[in-house]
């Protein structure tokens, strides 16, 4: 499956986003999908993991409360809803599915080319 991740950019602290990522090629409800994030100088780091069907869900300590995960099989296409930004959300974002049924914070198979994001204090 290929996937195209989008909306990012600058905001202010406090602020919020929705990414969003577009699947094609495969059969998307298939795929667990999952969010990751690379800040600066840092490594990956596992934000948010949604199953096939979109019943469970699971986050980071560092993202709960603020983000949420979310898909549409019949538009292919997964979700990220950043509320409350903080300056140290600022990373590149990313895109991954897997083939699985568990929510797993490694072993994605496709990733997409990464969006960044940037929060200002």
């Known amino acids: 499956v290929q996937l195209q991740a989008s909306g990012g950019g600058l905001v202010q602290a406090g602020g919020s986003l929705r990414l969003s990522c577009a699947a094609s090629?495969?059969?998307?409800?298939?795929?667990?999908m999952g969010w990751f994030r690379q800040a600066p100088g840092k490594g990956q780091e596992f934000v948010a993991g949604?199953?096939?069907?979109?019943?469970?869900?699971r986050y980071a300590d560092s993202v709960k409360g603020r983000f949420t995960i979310s898909r549409d099989n019949a538009k292919n296409a997964v979700d990220l809803l950043m509320n409350s930004l903080k300056p140290e959300d600022t990373a590149v974002y990313y895109c991954?599915?897997?083939?699985?049924?568990?929510?797993?914070?490694?072993?994605?198979?496709?990733w997409g080319q990464g969006t960044p994001v940037t929060v200002s204090s």
């Open positions: 991954a599915a897997r083939i699985g049924a568990a929510i797993a914070d490694s072993g994605y198979d496709s």
């Open positions: 949604i199953s096939r069907s979109g019943a469970v869900k």
């Open positions: 090629g495969g059969t998307f409800s298939m795929y667990q």
